[in-house]
Nanobody, 125 residues
Framework: QVQLVESGGGLVQAGGSLRLSCAASGRTFSSYAMGWFRQAPGKEREFVAAISTSGNDRYYADSVKGRFTISRDNAKNTVYMQMNSLKPEDTAIYYC??????????????????WGQGTQVTVSS
């Protein structure tokens, strides 16, 4: 059984930074790409970033490009997301997720079958 546990959310002022972590267990972590998604109140869950198994390939939503950085440590079975220059519109619950298929980097929610419980990020203006 795969478990994904996020941490690192919180309340921050606009322009500030946060670092999210997601610890994974249950499948061979290094064989799976990983993704971060977010969901704001009243909105659908949306793609934020994804990273390949090796970490060499990374993809970002246009809204976070240049401000957020996804990374991973396969020795620690952990994926991270460094979030800088935060804006009030970044306020959401952030989820890490693991795709259905190994060695496949994807951006759609339906392509992921395991999700963390989410961590709240609130950016005040």
């Amino acid at each position: 059984q795969v478990q994904l546990v996020e941490s690192g959310g919180g309340l921050v002022q606009a322009g500030g930074s946060l670092r999210l972590s997601c610890a994974a267990s249950g499948r061979t972590f290094s064989s799976y790409a990983m993704g971060w998604f977010r969901q704001a109140p009243g909105k659908e869950r949306e793609f934020v970033a994804a990273i390949s198994t090796s970490g060499n390939d990374r993809y970002y939503a246009d809204s976070v490009k240049g401000r957020f950085t996804i990374s991973r440590d396969n020795a620690k079975n952990t994926v991270y997301m460094q979030m800088n220059s935060l804006k009030p519109e970044d306020t959401a619950i952030y989820y890490c997720a693991q795709p259905k298929w190994p060695n496949t980097i994807v951006r759609t929610t339906t392509s992921y079958d395991y999700w963390g419980q989410g961590t709240q990020v609130t950016v005040s203006s």
